[in-house]
């Protein structure tokens, strides 16, 4: 195991890259980015934050304590958000267009006398 002196080293230094990767994401060059490029910056960043997390616990958490989920679980819902291969958004068939309609997606759609 490092010592924890090597391991404050690696965290300086990871927060120097993530404060790069926030300045960047903060600048008109990132909006002049394509959007998967876009994307991998953003999923380093919260891959980064999680990476600086594990550190600062491995660094303080003298107690051993197991590990906290519910701290690491924001920064991967919210790379899902970011990610291309996201199904968040998809219209995989849960919306069709107006113009897509048609006669028979409207068939048997009748309420009975059981709806409220």
Same mark, same amino acid.
């Given at each position: 195991m490092k010592i924890i002196e090597e391991l404050k080293k690696e965290q300086y230094d990871a927060k120097a890259k993530l404060h790069e990767l926030v300045e960047l994401i903060n600048s008109d060059e990132f909006y002049g980015l394509s959007q998967s490029?876009?994307?991998i910056i953003?999923?380093?960043?919260?891959?980064?934050e999680m990476y600086l997390n594990s550190l600062t616990k491995e660094i303080y958490d003298s107690e051993g304590s197991t590990f906290d989920m519910s701290s690491a679980i924001w920064p991967m819902l919210m790379s899902g958000i970011f990610s291309s291969s996201s199904s968040f958004g998809s219209t995989s068939g849960a919306y069709k267009p107006k113009e897509e =309609? &048609?006669?028979?997606d409207f068939e048997d759609t009748t =309420? &009975?006398?059981?709806?409220?």
């Open positions: 490029r876009k994307n953003v999923q380093r960043k919260v891959a980064l =309609l &048609s006669e028979k =309420l &009975s006398d059981h709806a409220v």
